[in-house]
């Protein structure tokens, strides 16, 4: 076999690899997802029905979720969903994991756009490197030399689950004009999302 037919089967092979396995590998998540959500809900079903019925449980889940948010978007459902959080957090394990994985969910959620209020550039872990950060909040900081105002970003480390936290100067964060769902994107891609040239009008 000629080199230039290897190289052809090389690169092509390659290109087919990176096209195939992650259509694959979502599909098997979706499966993994569809099947465990089914067996949740397949030992109900089979008392009420007599039998399993593949796919139930998966639709149930989803009519679940669907209710939980009608229930959310009007004044009562929001004081029970509030009753029913006040609750959970005086569980004694669970009020420590509970505030952070929801505040965590929150901040991707159409509902709650100013958790994360803009994809910034930040100089970390040392000057002269720059890293994507979300900043979460404002704040006034009391120095010897008088007040300095200050943000808190967040830079995620491992994916969006962990992360540091840190406090810079307002001056020296540089906005990056993407929104919160392209910087997602830009982290959860290691990088590989990021636009040729920053900031973005």
């Known amino acids: 076999m000629s080199i230039s037919v290897k190289n052809w089967l090389k690169v092509r ?46 639709l149930t889940a989803i009519g679940i979720i669907l209710m939980m948010g009608t229930i959310a978007r009007n ?18 394990i669970y009020r420590r994991l509970y505030p952070s994985v929801k505040m965590l969910i929150d901040s991707f959620s159409p509902e709650r756009r100013s ?9 970390h872990p040392r000057q002269g490197e720059y890293a994507f950060g979300f900043v979460t909040s404002h704040v006034v900081v009391e120095t010897p030399h008088g007040k300095r105002e200050m943000v808190s970003v967040f830079i995620p480390t491992n994916n969006l689950y962990l992360g540091d ?18 910087g997602v994107r830009i982290i959860l891609s290691a990088g590989n999302a990021t636009p040729r040239q920053l900031p973005r009008s």
């Open 13 to 58: 092979f390659i290109a087919g690899f990176f096209v195939t396995v992650p259509a694959f590998l979502t599909a098997w998540l979706l499966w993994i997802f569809w099947s465990r959500i089914d067996d949740v809900f397949t030992p109900m079903y089979v008392r009420i029905l007599g039998r399993a019925v593949p796919g139930l449980g998966f």
């Open 75 to 92: 004044v009562v459902g929001r004081r029970v969903l509030a009753w029913g959080d006040n609750l959970l957090l005086r569980v004694p």
């Open 115 to 123: 958790a994360f209020g803009a994809v910034v550039l930040v100089e």
């Open 165 to 182: 936290v840190v406090l810079v100067p307002r001056d020296d964060v540089l906005p990056t004009g993407l929104p919160v769902e392209e």
